[in-house]
């Protein structure tokens, strides 16, 4: 299956394990064409690296051509921000693009207990694998 992973760029080198744990089980696996970039950078050089991304690379745009190239997506949503299972906005933009373009949807951790989009991450109905990769096929 080609997955394409999801997740604040916080958490790259968390991205670039699943990642490699994902191809060890036989998947193609797509991740942010900056990845490489982030690692080993703290929390607030990853947050300058992401607007930077954002507003002069065209990084939603180029993340979203891999996710119509891809089966499915991966949210991996660790706790961040005093937030179990956090979801960022940019995120939650690409789990409503995955869902527009008729993707499977998988969720690392169960939804997390945010009141403003907490029933559209709902409505795209996700496949919550509680950290199981596993179960995504």
Same mark, same amino acid.
């Given at each position: 299956?080609?997955i &394409? ?6 958490? !790259? =080198?968390?991205? /670039?394990?699943?990642?490699? !744990? ?5 998947? %193609?696996v797509?991740?942010?064409?900056? &990845? ?6 703290? %929390? ?5 690296? !992401?607007?930077?991304?954002k507003?002069?690379n065209?990084?939603?745009?180029? $993340? ?9 997506? /991966?949210? @991996? ?14 995120? /939650? ?7 527009? /373009? ?5 969720? @690392?951790?169960?939804?997390?207990e *945010? ?5 559209? *991450? =709902?409505?795209?109905?996700? &496949?919550? *694998?509680?950290g199981? $990769?596993? @179960? *995504?096929?």
């Amino acid at each position: 299956m080609k997955i &394409a992973i999801c997740a604040s760029m916080v958490f !790259t =080198e968390k991205m /670039l394990e699943a990642k490699a !744990t994902l191809e060890q089980m036989g998947h %193609d696996v797509f991740v942010s064409q900056f &990845a490489a970039g982030y690692v080993g950078k703290s %929390d607030a050089e990853k947050e300058a690296l !992401t607007l930077h991304n954002k507003n002069n690379n065209d990084a939603i745009r180029a $993340f979203w051509e891999k996710i119509r190239a891809s089966d499915a997506i /991966l949210v @991996l949503n660790y706790d961040r921000r005093g937030i179990a299972n956090y979801i960022g906005g940019n995120t /939650l933009m690409e789990i409503g693009f995955a869902h527009v /373009l008729g993707k499977k949807i998988f969720l @690392l951790n169960p939804v997390p207990e *945010i009141e403003f989009y907490k029933s559209e *991450i =709902e409505a795209c109905k996700p &496949a919550i *694998i509680n950290g199981d $990769f596993s @179960l *995504i096929k």
